[in-house]
């Protein structure tokens, strides 16, 4: 498979800084709302077992997930947004021509989530052990490695601070992808072995790659969430990191793509 059946980077297509200050406000603003996602199940072999302690490093607090519900939208109809995470959303549905665009005139101090879609803040606590390889993201953030007809096919993410330890600029992440790794059963046979073994979080490893290997550094890009993927370890991530990310479950990453690239052919 090739690297642009798992991912694409439409940075070139789509200028997120002028939102990216703005954002981070929104978050500031409303953390208080955020929920303590227990990332770690997502990735630990057996995802529907709550039992499982949760690993040193992979504490609860490391990993917020701030749904755009939980930011008020104080719009004002027909003109423009207070808050700048929904007017981020709203601007890239119409650049992109995705679906479920909106009426400004008559959103205007309600929202809603659109079916089929997820529209979240991502939070990333620093110094915390890098995330293994993962696939099939459900919409409630939570059970990753399951089948799932809730689950996230792909996701457009949009880093929007922290991401200084790559090297590059602080909103521009960078993410591996493996397009032709695409069995979940073996990935969770991986990850229960290091369960049982009673891994630390420093220590997890990825399950053996299977064909080919592809990397990118982008401000905006489009994952496909239907082969492992993660975004790049380093040795050591020493700051807070604060992503947005759209993902859907009623479109796949073929689907999304080929919206974006007519859109903006």
């Known amino acids: 498979m090739a690297k ?3 991912i694409i980077d439409y940075s070139a297509a789509f200028d ?3 939102y990216l200050s703005g954002v981070g ?3 500031t603003d409303n953390v208080s709302s ?11 072999g057996d995802p529907s077992d709550d039992s499982i302690a949760v690993r040193a490093g992979w504490e609860a607090g490391k990993f917020k997930k701030l749904d755009l519900y939980g930011i008020p939208l104080n719009a004002v109809p027909g003109g423009s947004f207070q808050s700048m995470t929904h007017k981020l959303l709203y601007d890239i549905k119409v650049a992109f021509n995705l679906p479920n665009q909106y009426n400004k005139a008559t959103w205007d101090d309600q929202y809603s989530r659109d079916a089929g879609e997820s529209h979240a803040l991502w939070w990333r ?12 993201d459900q919409s409630t953030g939570a059970l990753m490695n399951v089948a799932d007809s809730n689950a996230i096919k792909c996701s457009l993410l949009i880093p929007i601070s922290g991401f200084t330890y790559y090297g590059v600029n602080d909103n521009t992440a960078k993410y591996t992808v493996w397009p032709t790794s695409t069995n979940m059963g073996t990935m969770n046979t991986h990850y229960t072995s290091l369960e049982d073994a009673d891994t630390a979080a420093a220590s997890w490893s990825n399950p053996t790659k299977v064909g080919s290997e592809f990397t990118q550094s982008s401000d905006l890009c489009l994952i ?15 700051t807070n990191v604060l992503m947005m990310a759209i993902g859907y479950t009623t479109h796949t990453y073929a689907q999304i793509k080929a919206l974006i690239d007519a859109a903006i052919a």
Do not use: I
């Open 125 to 136: 606590a620093a110094n915390t052990p890098a995330e293994p390889m993962k696939m099939s």
């Open 34 to 44: 955020a929920v303590n996602v227990r990332m770690d199940a997502q990735w630990r």
């Open 16 to 18: 997120t800084a002028p």
């Open 25 to 27: 406000t929104n978050w």
């Open 224 to 238: 496909n969430y239907q082969n492992y993927w993660q975004g790049t370890p380093t040795p050591t991530q020493d």
């Open 4 to 6: 642009r059946d798992a």
